[in-house]
């Protein structure tokens, strides 16, 4: 099982938080992310994103790239203050390669719990974490 964690691409500072849209960088970096995935991910079954405006515009871009079906899923937990608890319960559970994008500084916090080490992300970039038998995640790939 993988979780595929990407932060959302660049996007201006000087706009409310949570209307914030991405910038063409940031719209470029989102298109990058999504095809460098296209060649690493082919079993994921859904996208969950934050629902704040740029992490919405990053996932949409992705999906794009990945050509094909993935359903979408708002989750208003996923938010740079969100704690992280929550997700690593969820990610135990999952059973599926998800797709998740988020913010800082919770992806970069929920990476670094589920792998056990330091785990940051550039803006519009990508971790994919494995989960092997034993329950143990390892960040076996990144962009």
Do not use: C
């Not at 500084?105 to 990508?126: C, H, R």
Request: net charge negative.
């Amino acid at each position: 099982m993988r979780l595929i964690l990407i932060r959302h691409g660049h996007a201006p500072q000087d706009i409310i938080d949570d209307t914030r849209k991405l910038s063409e960088l940031g719209r470029e970096q989102a298109k990058s992310a999504g095809q460098w995935l296209k060649g690493q991910v082919h079993d994921a079954r859904k996208i969950i994103h934050s629902p704040l405006t740029r992490a919405i515009e990053t996932a949409k871009i992705v999906h794009e790239q990945l050509s094909r079906e993935l359903p979408f899923e708002e989750n208003n937990t996923i938010r740079p203050e969100s704690p992280i608890t929550p997700w690593v319960h969820e990610a135990m559970a999952l059973e599926e390669d998800t797709i998740i994008v988020g913010h800082m500084p919770f992806l970069a916090d929920y990476a670094t719990e589920l792998a056990q080490k330091f785990i940051s992300f550039p803006t519009g970039g990508v971790v994919i974490l494995e989960r092997d038998q034993n329950q143990n995640w390892q960040a076996t790939t990144s962009f």
